[in-house]
């Protein structure tokens, strides 16, 4: 598989390095240029290269959206058409860790926000409930039972990729709902938000139980 990554910092590089120790082919994308990456890329072996955004998201079969929030709408922008692109949104509405970094951003759903900056893409919500050192070191060669990863989004096919995509870096996908229910849950003012470990899937679903019996 060919997965696009726009935003080549600690996500965007761990998430790469996950996807081509499984045998995907990774294409990474900031805004410094292909140039900048050359590094990157040669650390990450022949699996991985670099290009500009636009060159990122053109042929590849899912891409990762691995941006600074501040950053995320000026990233996207010079993609002139995302209908159909299958887009995992790994943001998250903050500029820093802990509670002073937190975007106000009222009563909407951040991925909802994103969905916005790219029309017509079929937008999953993945990879940002747990911090990156904790993600790398549950997924990949080293996963063990501790392998969830909450996913939501509108698009069932798409889920269902992504979801592939997951269990080829040995995670398992639980799904959280639609977009607007699934991406506040796993969203910074959600329950879900937060957790500061990798979890069995079979506690994974069962916070999320709890988490929906509190919103109905």
């Given at each position: 598989?060919?997965?696009?990554?726009?935003?080549s910092g600690?996500?965007?590089?761990?998430?790469?390095?996950?996807?081509?120790e499984?045998?995907?082919?990774?294409?990474l994308?900031?805004?410094r240029?292909p140039e900048?990456?050359?590094?990157?890329?040669a650390l990450l072996?022949?699996?991985?290269?670099?290009a500009?955004v636009?060159?990122?998201?053109?042929g590849?079969?899912?891409?990762?959206?691995?941006?600074?929030?501040?950053?995320?709408?000026e990233?996207v922008?010079?993609?002139?058409?995302?209908?159909g692109?299958?887009v995992?949104d790994?943001?998250?509405?903050r500029?820093?860790?802990?509670?002073?970094?937190?975007?106000?951003?009222?009563?909407r759903?951040?991925?909802?926000v994103v969905?916005e900056?790219v029309?017509?893409?079929r937008?999953?919500?993945a990879?940002n409930?747990t911090?990156?050192?904790f993600?790398v070191?549950?997924?990949?060669?080293a996963a063990?039972?501790d392998n969830?990863?909450?996913?939501?989004?509108?698009?069932?096919?798409?889920k269902?990729?992504v979801g592939?995509?997951?269990?080829?870096v040995?995670?398992?996908a639980?799904d959280?709902?639609?977009?607007h229910?699934?991406g506040?849950l796993?969203?910074m003012?959600g329950p879900?938000a937060g957790?500061l470990e990798?979890i069995?899937?079979?506690?994974?679903?069962e916070r999320?139980a709890?988490?929906?019996?509190q919103?109905?």
């Amino acid at each position: 598989m060919r997965i696009g990554i726009i935003g080549s910092g600690k996500m965007g590089q761990a998430l790469a390095g996950l996807f081509v120790e499984a045998g995907h082919d990774v294409v990474l994308a900031n805004s410094r240029g292909p140039e900048s990456l050359a590094e990157v890329t040669a650390l990450l072996g022949e699996h991985a290269g670099a290009a500009d955004v636009p060159g990122a998201v053109a042929g590849s079969d899912l891409v990762i959206l691995a941006t600074p929030w501040g950053r995320t709408a000026e990233a996207v922008s010079s993609v002139g058409d995302w209908s159909g692109v299958v887009v995992v949104d790994t943001t998250n509405n903050r500029s820093r860790p802990g509670p002073d970094g937190l975007i106000d951003i009222g009563d909407r759903v951040s991925s909802e926000v994103v969905a916005e900056l790219v029309p017509g893409a079929r937008l999953v919500k993945a990879f940002n409930t747990t911090p990156i050192p904790f993600l790398v070191k549950g997924l990949g060669s080293a996963a063990g039972e501790d392998n969830a990863v909450y996913i939501a989004g509108d698009d069932a096919a798409a889920k269902d990729l992504v979801g592939a995509v997951i269990a080829s870096v040995g995670g398992e996908a639980v799904d959280t709902g639609d977009l607007h229910t699934g991406g506040w849950l796993q969203g910074m003012s959600g329950p879900l938000a937060g957790t500061l470990e990798m979890i069995t899937p079979a506690d994974a679903r069962e916070r999320l139980a709890k988490a929906l019996e509190q919103v109905r």
